[in-house]
């Protein structure tokens, strides 16, 4: 099973590959494609780390970090190209990214498994962060332009009012 910090860096790293993949949909091609493959990969190291694997070091620093590296990069060497990456949901990525990679390169205790109560409570707890801000970076990508506004989902109901004779 995994470990109670294993359980919030693969919650941080499904929220960075939710994001990556997202912003990486619109991206120009060159840009898209390390975009897509960060996501896929942020989002297997989600799985494993959920099912307890232990992973090397690597195997979590290539999906995590190198995403931001790269981007920061690109920031300072091309910033035209780099300017038609949306500002705050790359941000948003980055900063779970790296909490993820943070947490998930610690290396748990062999006696590190949580009960069920402890570790349901420190999955909600770690949705309950990741969730807001994975869903306003969504927004702000190409992808979120064309969400469906929250609230006006459904049929709408009008009533007629009859006034009683």
């Known amino acids: 099973m995994a470990s109670l910090t294993q359980l919030c860096g693969a919650i941080a790293a499904l929220g960075a590959a939710l994001i990556a993949l997202a912003v990486g949909a619109a991206a120009p091609l060159w840009l898209a494609v390390p975009l897509l493959a ?95 801000v994975a869903t306003i970076a969504l927004t702000g990508t190409h992808a979120g332009a064309f969400a469906q506004p929250h609230g006006e989902h459904g049929a709408v109901l009008e009533v007629e009012e009859h006034v009683g004779h």
């Open 38 to 132: 960060a996501g896929a990969g942020q989002a297997v190291v989600s799985v494993l780390a959920l099912r307890g694997a232990r992973l090397p070091l690597a195997a979590v620093a290539a999906p995590l970090l190198l995403p931001t590296l790269a981007w920061l990069a690109t920031l300072l060497v091309v910033r035209d190209a780099a300017a038609t990456l949306p500002l705050g949901p790359m941000l948003a990525e980055s900063a779970l990214a790296l909490t993820a990679a943070g947490l998930l390169a610690r290396r748990p205790r062999t006696d590190d498994a949580p009960g069920p109560i402890a570790a349901l409570l420190v999955l909600v707890g770690a949705a309950v962060v990741v969730a807001p």
